[in-house]
């Protein structure tokens, strides 16, 4: 297991990393850990990340320029294209070089497999890049998950601790995990609540409400807009004072539905869910449709984005124009 990371050789000051992709939390890595005193080189191909990266003071460059003389590499890009791009990029990865990976899809999937002389390391941030990088300009940190699939010729275990501070989540904790713990449970917590159960419950409760001729505003409000609410008491306190800080109502109903709602149905779709993302269903079905185009995701995302929830949520946030700040 990794040493603790706030070991004096975990100072980040001069580590040599480069970013390949400047999104969600590439831009976050980034920034973190330039400000935290390495010497960061981004790979970015043109285009509004490399916009946005020449905007924050970098100079992006192509990835095989960015890798050179770098003693970490994080693909901080889609995990669809990682397997395309590290075919050209590998020869130019330096020996005894660690490969860092922010989701253990890839690895944990075989869709690339870096040299044997290469570390090959997981830094996953339990939470998105924007906030990654609010937490570290106030000082504090999220936890995030790491593991060393692959030790090489590197100071791995080194590698991690130094990109683990560097962005500021040993402020928190790093959780020892592995490459297929992470993959397996992001990837469940992802589909089952997170991204798509809640979607799912939401989008039906609201279709309940609507035919039952509520308007669509009113069903918009109290089965979507509302979550957030108690969804930051659960974030900041737990479900037990959660509970004690809605209505007595609220809570005798809570327990009512929930007896309803968990039936050996939700069960065994949620075992179904698991064993879909443990056999590697899953990651084939994702690689065969982006290799194809992606044409059944764009054809979902599409129906989703017409769907009437979206015509009742821009109606409903157009009463309050300061959501778009409050973030």
Not at 27 to 49: C, E, I, M, Q, Y
Not at 131 to 148: C, D, H, M, S
Not at 210 to 218: M, N, R, W
């Amino acid at each position: 297991m990794p040493a603790p990371a706030n070991s004096p050789d975990a100072d980040p000051t001069g580590f040599r990393v480069a970013v390949l992709g400047y999104g969600n939390q590439g831009r976050a890595h980034a920034l973190n850990l330039r400000d935290a005193g390495a010497k960061v080189s981004v790979g970015a191909r043109s285009g509004p990340g490399a916009d946005l990266a020449q905007a924050d003071g970098f100079s992006p460059v192509r990835f095989e320029s960015a890798v050179q003389q770098v003693e970490l590499v994080i693909m901080a890009l889609p995990d669809e294209v990682h397997g395309p791009i590290w075919t050209d990029l590998e020869p130019h990865v330096p020996s005894g070089c660690s490969v860092g990976f922010i989701h253990g899809f890839s690895i944990h999937h075989q869709r690339l497999t870096p040299r044997a002389d290469l570390g090959v390391i997981l830094v996953a941030p339990k939470g998105p890049g924007p906030t990654l990088r609010r937490r570290f300009v106030k000082g504090q940190g999220i936890p995030a998950l790491v593991g060393i699939h692959q030790t090489g010729e590197a100071d791995a275990e080194l590698h991690l601790r130094r990109w683990g501070t560097g962005i500021g989540c040993a402020r928190a904790a790093l959780i020892p995990s592995s490459f297929a713990e992470e993959c397996e449970t992001d990837l469940f917590g992802e589909q089952a609540i997170l991204c798509g159960g809640i979607l799912a419950l939401m989008r039906a409760s609201f279709e309940t409400l609507q035919s039952a001729g509520y308007s669509d505003e009113v069903a918009y409000i109290e089965c979507i807009h509302e979550l957030k609410q108690v969804v930051d008491l659960l974030y900041a306190q737990g479900p037990a004072a959660m509970h004690k800080a809605i209505s007595n109502t609220a809570e005798f109903g809570a327990f009512v539905a929930a007896e309803r709602l968990d039936s050996k149905e939700l069960r065994d779709q949620l075992q179904s869910i698991l064993r879909d993302i443990q056999s590697g269903a899953f990651a084939q079905r994702f690689a065969e449709d982006a290799a194809a185009g992606h044409p059944w995701f764009k054809a979902k995302r599409t129906a989703h984005e017409d769907h009437d929830i979206e015509h009742a949520s821009a109606k409903v946030r157009k009463t309050m124009p300061w959501l778009e700040n409050d973030q």
